[in-house]
Structure formats: structure tokens, C-alpha cells
């Protein structure tokens, strides 16, 4: 099974930009069906921020949509999240983790430990 490691996560200002990474302790990010990163804030549940396929395509929440973007990088094994244009909104814990499509629905496999992301106004 992949071992997820978050990082990235901090205090940022409305407005500001955080890169959260994800690294893959075993096998390649580009081998894994779906990797995706989820949030929780405090009294909400997860959600699905964004996610990629192994064949590189994407998908993003309406709420963050220009705003985020996931990508991989092969040498380094990891899957980041660049997230700029931070709102309040985007306050939670940011979790990684692998996934896989199941009548429509993109089930979660593992997870990370989270990261936790907080943006003041």
C-alpha cells in the first residue's frame, strides 16, 4: 500500500499562496489510478479539492477553479497542490490520497496524515 506524506501547509494572509506537496513514500505517482487532495474544515466534511489521473487529467472544485493547481513531478515522486488567491474559504485540514473511479464517484484508498492550511482575512 502507498505511504502519503503531506507537506506545505502554514498560516497565510487573504490573497496569499501555498504549495502543498505530497510524497509517495513507495511506487510512482504516475502508476497510481487517481491521486486527489481533500480538505476538512472544523464542523464540515471532506471534500474533494482537486484531483489527477495516471494519465494526467484533472479535475477542480467550482470554488477553486483558477485559483489551484495539481500537478506531478517523476523525479521527485510527488503530487503538489499550488494554491494562490487564498480565501478564508480555504481554511482546513488538506489531506492526500489515493483514489479510484466507482460508478461515477471517486472513492478514497489511503490517506495521508493532512496538512493543516489556514487563511486569515
Known amino acids: 500500500q502507498v505511504q502519503l506524506v503531506e507537506s506545505g501547509g502554514g498560516l497565510v494572509q487573504a490573497g496569499?499562496?501555498?504549495?502543498?506537496?505530497?510524497?509517495?513514500?513507495?511506487?510512482?505517482?504516475?502508476?497510481?489510478?487517481?491521486?486527489?487532495?481533500?480538505?476538512?474544515?472544523?464542523?464540515k466534511q471532506r471534500e474533494l479539492v482537486a484531483s489527477i489521473s495516471k494519465y494526467g487529467s484533472t479535475t477542480y472544485r467550482d470554488s477553486v477553479k483558477g485559483r489551484f493547481t495539481i500537478s506531478r513531478d517523476y523525479a521527485k515522486n510527488t503530487v503538489y497542490l499550488q494554491m494562490n488567491s487564498l480565501k478564508p474559504d480555504d481554511t482546513g485540514v488538506y489531506y492526500?490520497?489515493?483514489?479510484?473511479?466507482?460508478?461515477?464517484?471517486?472513492?478514497?484508498?489511503?490517506?495521508?496524515?493532512?496538512?493543516?492550511?489556514?487563511v486569515s482575512s
Request: net charge neutral; charged share 10%; with cysteine.
Open 96 to 118: 492526500c490520497a489515493t483514489a479510484h473511479w466507482s460508478r461515477g464517484t471517486l472513492d478514497p484508498d489511503s490517506w495521508g496524515q493532512g496538512t493543516q492550511v489556514t
Open 16 to 43: 496569499g499562496s501555498l504549495r502543498l506537496s505530497c510524497a509517495a513514500s513507495s511506487g510512482s505517482v504516475f502508476s497510481i489510478d487517481v491521486l486527489g487532495w481533500y480538505r476538512q474544515a472544523p464542523g
